[in-house]
Nanobody, 121 residues
Framework: VQLQASGGGLVQTGGSLRLSCAASGRTVTGYVMGWFRQAPGKEREFVAAISRSGDSTYYADSVKGRFAISRDDATAFLQMSSLKPEDTAVYYC?????????????????WGRGTQVTVSS
């Protein structure tokens, strides 16, 4: 499964962006979908995930109340609001085949190439 994340860009503090993640040539049904991010010099960290049905979501404490993950059959989305400079990172989407929502990157089998999000102060 090839995932492609898009929607990143440069935004001012307090602004919003919407990231999208689509699978090439197929749907994303059947997968838990997650978003991770990696800032320069830091390890990749969990941001948000959504269950296969879309009924359950989970967020990192650092983005709770500001970010919202959603999905349809074809695409997973990450709506980011009230952005802060510390949200600056490359954002990756990922698909988890087995199990319930996980915050661990090792549980995700498929990864997109990432999209850069830069928040200026």
């Amino acid at each position: 499964v090839q995932l492609q994340a898009s929607g990143g860009g440069l935004v001012q503090t307090g602004g919003s962006l919407r990231l999208s993640c689509a699978a090439s040539g197929r749907t994303v049904t059947g997968y838990v979908m997650g978003w991770f991010r990696q800032a320069p010099g830091k390890e990749r960290e969990f941001v948000a995930a959504i269950s296969r049905s879309g009924d359950s979501t989970y967020y990192a404490d650092s983005v709770k109340g500001r970010f919202a993950i959603s999905r349809d059959d074809a695409t997973a989305f990450l709506q980011m609001s009230s952005l802060k400079p510390e949200d600056t990172a490359v954002y990756y989407c990922a698909a988890q085949i087995f199990g319930q929502i996980s915050t661990r990157a090792s549980q995700y089998s498929y990864w997109g190439r990432g999209t850069q999000v830069t928040v200026s102060s």
